[in-house]
């Protein structure tokens, strides 16, 4: 097994981030595709894997036709329908991630099942159960023949990132956020916390915001998508703050689809609902005081060293 022919895939609700053999981690990864998986239907005589019984003549079937990555936008099936696999960080279409991990291995790093060289690690969820561990190593192992598969804490492995062995993860995701307390290398399962908001729901009230700028609303000249609310929360105009409390001063300016737009202080205010769950509708403890109970649910003595060593990560943790 070389060290070239490793995978890393990490699976997130909204995006799969892979890289094949000795990558920077300071770097972008290789590939980056959407965790969306377009499922369609083809007739039975068009799929050259089926035998038809002509003699019965039955009515045509349907057979699943799965499309993911660059070929949804080429896809031609007039009854395609999109799936998102993961929602709120838990599995509900094992088929269809199946085939976003075989499109991966074999379309985007032309990886051949029956020569399969390339050892996987496959970073997952703490909270995951022992059943959808063993679904996924069969998955891997029957049906994509790799010759090794591990499956690795995503915490874990953004502390490692660090080059640390200790310390408290706040994962924050597209559609949840994982707290995570690690010590001497071990995850603290009993100590960690699940915050379900990620950067869906803060993406969902910052369009709210947005709409209630009436010259915003003007100049946009139609309905906001929620994809420029996105935009705006990733750029870089979220942490600039004006020196003047002055409200005219207080916007800054962003170009979207080459139009240019005034943002008011709605930029500022977009990460409220971590601190605050009741903004968007979530009845649930906030952000810091489930970090608060994640480090006081480990031994006395271990505390000070989790409050020293807190490691941000998720994509959220870019604005």
Known sequence: ????????????????????????????????????????????????????????????????????????????????????????????????????WRYILVKELRIKRSKNDSPVLLTIPTFWPKEYRERITQIFFENMNVPGLYLAEEPLMALYGCGIVSGIVIDIGDTYTEITPIIDNAVQYHAAQVFPLGGRDIDGYLLELLKQDSELCSAYGEEMPVEFARFIKESDIVSMIADSNDEAKDKAEIEYKNNKFMIGSARLQCAAPLFDPSLVGVQSLSLPEMIHIAVFSCEPDKRATLWENVVLTGGLSLT
Not at 7 to 24: A, C, F, M
Not at 25 to 51: A, C, F, M, Y
Not at 64 to 90: A, F, M, N
């Open 1 to 100: 097994m070389k060290e070239d022919h490793f995978v890393v895939i990490n699976t997130g609700s909204s995006v799969i981030k892979v890289v094949k053999g000795v990558h920077d981690t300071n770097k972008t990864p290789q590939l980056i595709i959407p965790t969306i998986v377009g499922r369609g239907s083809l007739d039975e005589q068009e799929n050259e894997n089926i035998e038809m019984d002509v003699e019965e003549q039955e009515p045509v079937k349907k057979v699943k036709q799965y499309v993911c990555g660059t070929q949804l936008d080429e896809s031609t099936l007039s009854d395609l329908v999109l799936v998102h696999p993961i929602e709120r960080g838990w599995v509900q279409d094992w088929e269809a991630l199946e085939q976003l």
